[in-house]
Every structure is written in structure tokens, then in C-alpha cells.
Nanobody, 116 residues
Framework: QVQLVESGGGLVQPGGSLRLSCTASGSISSINIMGWYRQAPGKQRELVAT??????KYADSVKGRFTLSRDNNKNAMSLQMNSLKPEDTAVYYC???????????WGQGTQVTVSS
């Protein structure tokens, strides 16, 4: 059984920074795709950033502000979020897909609130 554990959410003022982390545990060979999604109240879940191999891809709304990093040795990734805006407020979920499979694993979600 694979579990993804997230940490790092919280309350921050506009312009502030937060760092989210996600670590996979369980019977894992290696991770192919890693990514972060978010869901704001009343909205659909949307892709924030994803990485397959070495180059991350970002949603236009977070380009230049968010940085996705992965640590293959630890089956972990992080999302550094800078210059946060109120519209970044959402529950953030990490997602991973193991090599040779197509079914994703999801984290439990962590709340990020950007407010003064």
C-alpha cells in the first residue's frame, strides 16, 4: 500500500511564502510523475505544477512564483510558493504515479490560506 503524506500548509499574508512537502511511503519501485493540484471552495481541482523527468511544468497562474522540486532517492517532492496571493487559497494535494502504472496516488490535502 502506498501512502502520500503532505505537510507545510497554513495561513500566510499576501506576498508571503510557504513550502509544501510530500513524501511517499510503502511498496514503491520508483515514481514517474509527481505533481501538485489545488481545489478552492466551489471550484474544480486544478493542476498547479507537475514534473516527469527533470523539467517541471507550471500553470500560468503560478509561473515565476512557485517552484516544484523532486527528490527521487526519497520519493519526495516539495512546492516552494512565493509571492502568495489571496487567489492561491485552496486545499493543495500532491499526486504521484508509479512507473509502469497509470493509477495515481493522492495525498490527504493541506490547506493554504492567503489572507491579511
Amino acid at each position: 500500500q502506498v501512502q502520500l503524506v503532505e505537510s507545510g500548509g497554513g495561513l500566510v499574508q499576501p506576498g508571503g511564502s510557504l513550502r509544501l512537502s510530500c513524501t511517499a511511503s510503502g511498496s514503491i519501485s520508483s515514481i514517474n510523475i509527481m505533481g501538485w493540484y489545488r481545489q478552492a471552495p466551489g471550484k474544480q481541482r486544478e493542476l498547479v505544477a507537475t514534473i516527469t523527468g527533470g523539467t517541471p511544468k507550471y500553470a500560468d497562474s503560478v509561473k515565476g512564483r512557485f517552484t516544484l522540486s523532486r527528490d527521487n532517492n526519497k520519493n519526495a517532492m516539495s512546492l516552494q510558493m512565493n509571492s502568495l496571493k489571496p487567489e492561491d487559497t485552496a486545499v493543495y494535494y500532491c499526486r504521484m504515479v508509479v512507473f509502469g502504472t497509470s493509477d495515481p496516488y493522492w495525498g490527504q490535502g493541506t490547506q493554504v490560506t492567503v489572507s491579511s
